[in-house]
Nanobody, 121 residues
């Protein structure tokens, strides 16, 4: 089994910054893509950013230029640096990871429990 644990959420004023972390643990042989998604009240979960194992990040249009995703493969951890935060960034942020647990190249997607980010105006 694989667990993803997020940390770093909280309350911040508009224009401020937060850094989210997500550490994967458990039965891990390799991790392919890692990413961050968010879900605001009354809205569907949406992609924020993804990063493959060897880099080359992708961002949603709404966060490009303000957020930066990175990862530490040795620590099985993905980060999301969020700058110039806006009230519309308020949401529960979830990380996910495509994990290979054995020698066979079969990947399963795991999700974290979510961390609340609230941006006040």
């Amino acid at each position: 089994q694989v667990q993803l644990v997020e940390s770093g959420g909280g309350l911040v004023q508009a224009g401020g910054s937060l850094r989210l972390s997500c550490a994967a643990s458990g039965s891990i042989f390799s991790i392919n893509d890692m990413g961050w998604y968010r879900q605001a009240p009354g809205s569907q979960r949406e992609l924020v950013a993804t990063i493959p194992r060897r880099g080359g990040a992708n961002y949603s249009y709404s966060v490009k230029g303000r957020f930066a995703i990175s990862r530490d493969n040795a620590k099985n951890t993905v980060y999301l640096q969020m700058d110039s935060l806006k009230p519309e960034d308020t949401a529960v942020y979830y990380c996910n990871a495509d994990v290979q647990s054995g020698y066979r190249p079969i990947y399963y997607t795991y999700w974290g429990q979510g961390t609340q980010v609230t941006v006040s105006s």
